[in-house]
């Protein structure tokens, strides 16, 4: 596949993920530290779009079957990318009017983090599985290490201008002044992201690709094709607790660094480009690692090197070291990288022709599945610890240690895995792959 492909579906991938930063990295923060918000609330609110998850399979099937205007993907991320945008561009009004009257201000909330929520299934599923289509096994492991290159390459980016944009905020919270650069963040990321996506996308689907033949499925006959698989149902599990452990703590960790250190919010913003950085580095170094020691031990030591991560993160407030924090989250962001990386190409690769959509559809339900479990039970477990012990550091270390325990049980899953075994016990009717690697 030409490296040009590659780079507008890197496009795609960073339109749709950087809607999420300014949400993940700032508002979650403002919300709680500075508005004074129920993490719980908080938490329902950020998680609540990834209940729409199991969508997913059935976009990806029903996009399998159903070209519109002759293509099978294009119209499905492009409505997905939209979506995105509009709830990110909604959110902060959604905040500030829960601040002044929760009752007024929780229907603008549900629907700016709903619709966010069903862009990204609608995108996510949509794109991966055009990425499948176009690069084919052999590209495959190329095609995520520039995608996700260009992810965490735009995610620091989208941190530094925005930790640049609000320091009017961090000198004047709540203030006019600081609304108002609020705001600007968070309409320019959404007015990028549709730019970007839009520069990645048209053209980049060949129009008058044949849908897939064959019977059409319901959900529930896509859902029981992925789960007629022992191999498909180990995997799911597998990646619904390793992503709690990655993902539950993006709700948290600006507000830890608040709350337990005193961090201003411009500064804690920065905090997601210096994990990105890490990560950055850490899918750089993914690919020749996979290559010496195969996916799935390089999946086993980014889990690890994360876990230890999610271990310092904790030690840091029981120690009320901050400097530690930051060595902490390099730590992190190196596991994460490696984990992220390895993981991506082994979903890509536990796929089965004809069923493309359909199965990327089911691992795009374990990532939201987690995000949700992730979600809430950080938000619920701090705010439980807390106001049992009335201690805001053993409510956030508590988060962060059941999530570093949920990774080592994924671990342990891990070694269960193969992708030969999967290809092996396929539903049948469902044509093989050739040339299929082993973990």
Not at 119 to 145: C, P
Not at 248 to 276: C, K, M, S
Not at 358 to 387: E, P, Q
Request: proline content about 4%; overall charge positive.
């Amino acid at each position: 596949m030409p490296f040009s492909k590659i780079l507008r579906l890197g496009l795609i991938h960073v339109a749709v993920a950087i809607t999420l930063v300014p949400i993940n990295s700032t508002l979650n923060r403002i919300m709680i530290s500075e508005l004074g918000l129920a993490a719980t609330l908080v938490a329902v609110l950020v998680s609540l779009p990834y209940l729409f998850s199991p969508i997913q399979v059935w976009i990806g099937g029903y996009s399998d079957r159903h070209p519109v205007l002759g293509f099978r993907r294009t119209p499905y991320i492009l409505l997905g990318l939209l979506l995105c945008a509009a709830g990110a561009a909604l959110a902060p009004s959604a905040a500030f009017l829960m601040h002044r009257s929760l009752g007024l201000g929780l229907p603008l909330g549900l629907l700016a983090f709903g619709a966010w929520g069903m862009g990204f299934n609608f995108a996510t599923v949509s794109y991966l599985s055009l990425a499948t289509d176009l690069a084919g096994e052999e590209h495959r492991a190329r095609t995520v290490g520039v995608m996700w290159f260009m992810l965490i390459a735009s995610v620091i980016i989208t941190a530094i201008v925005a930790a640049q944009l609000l320091r009017p905020y961090a000198a004047d919270p709540l203030g006019p002044a600081g609304v108002a650069a609020l705001y600007r963040v968070f309409y320019g990321v959404s007015a990028v992201a549709i730019g970007l996506g839009l520069a990645g996308l048209l053209g980049l689907e060949r129009r008058g690709a044949a849908a897939h033949t064959g019977e059409r499925q319901s959900f529930a006959q896509l859902l029981r094709v992925v789960g007629a698989n022992a191999q498909a149902r180990l995997f799911f599990v597998y990646l619904v607790l390793l992503l709690v452990a990655l993902l539950g703590q993006d709700l948290l960790l600006e507000p830890y660094a608040a709350d337990v250190f005193g961090v201003p919010v411009n500064r804690t913003t920065e905090y997601t480009g210096i994990w990105g950085i890490a990560l950055l580095v850490a899918l750089l170094l993914a690919g020749p690692l996979t290559r010496r020691v195969g996916k799935g031990r390089a999946a086993a030591i980014g889990g690890g090197v994360a876990a230890a991560g999610l271990l310092l993160i904790a030690l840091s407030g029981i120690a009320g070291v901050k400097p530690l924090l930051m060595v902490a989250l390099i730590v992190f962001g190196f596991g994460s990288g490696i984990s992220t990386a390895t993981n991506i190409s082994l979903m890509l690769d536990m796929t089965l022709a004809g069923q493309v959509g359909a199965f990327i559809g089911a691992w795009g339900m374990a990532d939201a599945l987690a995000r949700l479990v992730g979600t809430l039970l950080s938000g619920v477990v701090r705010d439980s610890v807390k106001a049992l012990t009335g201690n805001a550091t053993a409510a956030y270390v508590t988060v962060f240690l059941i999530e570093a325990l949920a990774l080592g049980v994924s671990l342990l899953l891990l070694r269960r895995i193969s992708v030969a075994r999967f290809r092996e016990k396929q539903a049948p009717g469902v044509i093989e792959l050739a040339g299929y690697v082993d973990l």
